[in-house]
């Protein structure tokens, strides 16, 4: 009887280590690649580009198909398209992005300078100086929903540069991308739609901001993202309000958008 007891007793023990090891949520490990570099207009000018471009992508936590999948979208959406292996074309497709945009600069600035002396007689010496940044994250998940953001920020002489963050969510056992259809139930549309204008004045400290929108009556873009607190839409600088206040973040909790959000969105965006 006690060898039968202690034999359960390890049977139990042993189960107790499978589920648990079931159970746990596996972490994807990343690396973050990172390029900066500053290029200038003409040797003999101080009017300089600077292009920065750094990235996180995961490496380790799922299927090597589902790591590859997911790191080319990431690098699809934030500098251009991969092919072949993932370590040596991040390298190459980021220097063919730095080298395109540090061409389209210099094109770009010495037609400014040749308008402006046939036009004024006089080379044009302002706004010569540009920036472009590409940074990408994870930023949070729930269940089987990851989500990666891309932050995008330009100068080109203007008054102001242009931002905007750009969302994508992953089902992490496939590495596919989430699309709204996808994760939430037929019909949403509607129901989305009123949670988003009901949540849109707390997202903003100030109340004069609130009423400074050009809309509050809003509709889902596309652009979400999944956290611990619940589904969150971005929307850029002009979508809703003025380019003074920036990237605006709407949060709707998990207690209220449950309610529409299906029990297993694995489907693939087409």
């Not at 995961?58 to 959406?77: D, F, N, R, S, Y």
Request: aromatic fraction near 12%.
């Amino acid at each position: 009887m006690k060898r039968l007891s202690f034999l359960a007793m390890l049977a139990i023990l042993a189960a107790m280590v499978f589920l648990a090891g079931c159970n746990r949520e596996t972490k994807l490990k990343t690396k973050v690649y990172e390029k900066s570099v500053e290029a200038k207009l003409s040797e003999d000018t101080e009017d300089a580009i600077s292009v920065k471009v750094k990235l996180e992508y995961p490496v380790e936590g799922a299927a090597p198909e589902v790591l590859t999948k997911m790191t080319e979208a990431i690098i699809g959406h934030s500098v251009g398209n991969m092919e072949g292996g993932v370590e040596s074309n991040i390298e190459k497709v980021v220097n063919d992005y730095v080298d395109v945009t540090v061409e389209a600069y210099k094109e770009a600035c010495n037609e400014l300078i040749r308008i402006r002396e046939e036009e004024e007689d006089g080379v044009f010496q302002g706004m010569l100086s540009w920036e472009d940044y590409v940074e990408g994250y994870f930023a949070g998940s729930y269940k089987n929903a990851i989500s990666y953001v891309v932050y995008a920020y330009s100068y080109d002489g203007g008054a102001h540069g242009d931002e905007g963050e750009y969302a994508m969510v992953f089902d992490k056992n496939t590495g596919n991308l989430l699309s709204e259809g996808d994760f939430f139930v037929p019909g949403y549309e509607y129901d989305l739609s009123q949670m988003l204008s009901a949540h849109l004045r707390e997202s903003f400290a100030d109340p004069s901001d609130y009423e400074s929108l050009f809309m509050k009556d809003i509709e889902s873009n596309g652009n979400f993202l999944v956290s611990s607190e619940g589904v969150v839409y971005i929307y850029s600088p002009y979508e809703i309000g003025p380019h003074s206040l920036g990237t605006i973040r709407v949060t709707i909790p998990w207690e209220e958008v449950n309610s529409i959000v299906k029990d297993s969105p694995t489907t693939r965006i087409d």
